[in-house]
C-alpha cells in the first residue's frame, strides 16, 4: 500500500464518540485508517509518505447545507459593461450596518456617481430582505432603464427620488430589493440589467467552490431556488470536472419571489414537475447527486411575506399574516407525490403558520415520511421551533437543515416585526438536537461573504447528546 500518513496531527473525527486521532492516512483519495500514529503506521505498512502535522488540526469537510454557492458567485462576477456593487454594509444580510451608517446617512445620487464614472452605467444594488430598501443609479444606468423626469414619482411600492426640478436623482426607494422585492416594475428594471447572467453562472460557481474550499467546504447541498436550468449547469461543471465541491442538489418544484420567476403553475403542470424531479434522482456519482424535490410557500420576513399566525408589522407599517406563494393544496400534492414514489421531499418552512399547517399535513400521512431506504425528509430553515413543533417534527422523523443567520442576522428584524417573545423559538439549535433531530446548518448566503461563513456551517455538527 502506499499511503500517505499525516502525523502528528489533532485529528477531529466526529464519530459518535467525539474520538480525537492523531494521526490519519488515506490513499486514492479516501480515508484508509484514523487512530494512534503507531496503530495507523502500522496498519498501512511502510512504503508511503509520512507528513508531520506538527500538531495542526485536521477536520472532516464541511457541509454548507443551504449555500445558494451558484446564485451568489454569478451575482458576484465582475461584469464587462455595468458596474454594479454589493449594498453598502455588512454582510451578510446587510442588514446590521447599512448605507444609513455611512456619514451622509444616503447613498451617492447620479450628479456624484457620474463623476466617478462617466462611461459606464452604474448599480449599488438593495439585497434582500430588507424593505424598505435604497438603491442607487449614475446617468447612463438611468438612461438604459428609461427612467426620466416623466417616470411617476412612485410606482407600487417603489418611490423614484426628483430633485427640485424633477429630475431623477438616481435614487430609488421602498421594494427595491434584488429579490423578494414584490414590485414588477422593480422586477422590470432588474430584468433589463445583467443582474444574474448566463455566462457567469459557471466562472462565479468556480470562485464560490475555491472560497468555500479554503473555508473547510468540500460538499454543499443546493436545495433552494434551484431552477431545472442551474441543475443542469452543475451537471456540466461535472462533466467537464469543475466541480472542487460535492454537490447535491434538489429542484424546486416552483420558484417566485426572483424578478425572473415564472407565473405560478397551475396543479397539474406542478404535479408534472414533481414527475420531472422525481426523473432526475441519480445516486450514482459521489461527486454529483441529484435526489428529491424542494417545495415552499413563503418569503422572508422583510418584505412581509413569512406566513405567520398572528398578524404582524409589514415593511410599510401595515398588519399582515404573510403571502402564500404556493398554494396549500400543491405541498399537499408534493406531500402525496413523494410518499408514493418514493421521492425525498424537502420543504422550506418558517413562519407559524405555515409551519404548523405543514405539520398537519404531514402527521395525516399516519406514518414516518422517509425513503424506502431510510432516509428522512428535510425541512430547510425551521425558523420557528418551538418546543412543540420540536415535539412534532421529532416524532415525524424530519431532518432539519437550518442557519445560525437567521438568529444573528434577522433576530433583530424579527424582534422589531414578530416582537420579543419569538426569539426564544428563533433557530434554537440545543432545542432541536436534545429532541434527537438530525440537524444540519448552512449559510443561506454564498461566496464566503460573510464572515460568520465557517461557524454557520460547523454549528451543525454539535454533537448530540
Ligand atoms: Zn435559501
Not at 484508509?32 to 495542526?56: F, I, K, W, Y
Not at 465582475?78 to 446587510?94: A, K, Q, R
Not at 438611468?142 to 418611490?159: A, F, K, Q, S, Y
Request: some cysteine.
Amino acid at each position: 500500500m502506499t499511503a500517505t500518513v499525516w502525523t502528528n496531527a489533532t485529528v477531529v473525527t466526529c464519530d459518535p464518540q467525539n474520538t480525537v486521532a492523531d494521526a490519519v492516512a488515506f490513499d486514492g483519495g479516501r480515508i484508509v485508517a484514523v487512530g494512534r500514529e503507531d496503530e495507523v503506521r502500522s496498519s498501512v505498512g511502510p512504503g508511503g509518505e509520512v507528513v508531520d502535522l506538527d500538531g495542526a488540526t485536521v477536520l472532516p469537510g464541511l457541509i454548507d447545507t443551504h449555500p445558494h454557492l451558484m446564485h451568489f458567485g454569478a451575482l458576484a462576477e465582475p461584469l464587462v459593461e455595468w458596474i454594479m456593487t454589493t449594498p453598502v454594509g455588512e454582510p451578510h444580510y446587510f442588514l446590521r450596518r447599512s448605507y444609513r451608517d455611512l456619514a451622509e446617512g444616503t447613498l451617492p445620487d447620479r450628479t456624484t456617481l457620474d463623476r466617478a464614472v462617466p462611461r459606464h452605467p452604474v448599480f449599488i444594488q438593495a439585497w434582500a430582505p430588507v424593505t424598505p430598501n435604497l438603491c442607487a443609479m449614475n446617468s447612463m444606468a438611468l438612461e438604459r432603464l428609461g427612467i426620466t423626469r416623466d417616470t411617476p414619482d412612485r410606482v407600487e411600492n417603489v418611490w423614484v427620488e426628483k430633485d427640485e426640478i424633477g429630475e431623477p436623482t438616481g435614487r430609488l426607494r421602498g421594494s427595491v430589493t434584488n429579490y423578494y422585492s414584490d414590485s414588477e416594475f422593480m422586477n422590470d428594471l432588474l430584468r433589463r440589467m445583467p443582474v444574474l447572467q448566463g455566462d457567469a453562472l459557471v466562472p462565479g460557481t468556480e470562485r464560490a467552490m475555491q472560497t468555500a474550499n479554503q473555508l473547510g467546504v468540500t460538499t454543499i447541498y443546493e436545495g433552494h431556488l434551484m431552477a431545472f436550468s442551474l441543475i443542469e449547469v452543475y451537471r456540466w461543471m461535472r462533466n467537464e470536472g469543475r466541480l472542487t465541491t460535492r454537490v447535491l442538489c434538489s429542484p424546486e418544484a416552483e420558484t417566485f419571489g426572483v424578478p425572473w420567476s415564472e407565473p405560478p403553475l397551475d396543479l397539474d403542470d406542478y404535479v408534472a414537475r414533481l414527475a420531472r424531479a422525481e426523473a432526475l434522482v441519480d445516486h450514482s456519482d459521489e461527486m454529483f447527486r441529484i435526489d428529491g424535490v424542494t417545495v415552499s410557500r413563503y418569503g422572508p420576513c422583510g418584505p412581509g411575506f413569512i406566513l405567520m399566525r398572528d398578524p404582524y408589522l409589514g415593511p410599510y407599517g401595515e398588519t399582515t399574516t404573510g403571502r402564500s406563494f404556493v398554494s396549500p393544496d400543491k405541498i399537499e400534492a408534493a406531500i402525496r407525490h413523494c410518499d408514493q414514489h418514493d421521492l425525498r421531499l424537502n420543504v422550506v418552512t418558517a413562519g407559524t403558520a405555515e409551519g404548523d399547517h405543514l405539520l398537519d399535513q404531514l402527521e395525516a400521512l399516519k406514518h414516518r415520511p422517509a425513503t424506502t431506504d431510510g432516509r428522512s425528509w428535510v425541512l430547510q430553515n425551521f425558523y420557528f421551533a418551538d418546543p412543540d413543533r420540536v415535539r412534532r417534527v421529532a416524532a415525524l422523523g424530519l431532518a432539519v437543515t437550518t442557519s445560525m443567520s437567521f438568529s444573528w442576522g434577522k433576530g433583530e428584524l424579527v424582534r422589531q416585526r414578530f416582537g420579543e417573545h419569538l426569539l426564544e423559538d428563533l433557530i434554537p439549535l440545543a432545542r432541536l438536537a436534545e429532541a434527537g433531530i438530525h440537524v444540519g446548518c448552512g449559510t443561506d448566503w454564498g461566496r464566503g461573504a460573510c464572515r460568520s461563513f465557517p461557524c454557520c456551517v460547523a454549528t451543525g455538527g454539535w454533537p448530540r447528546r
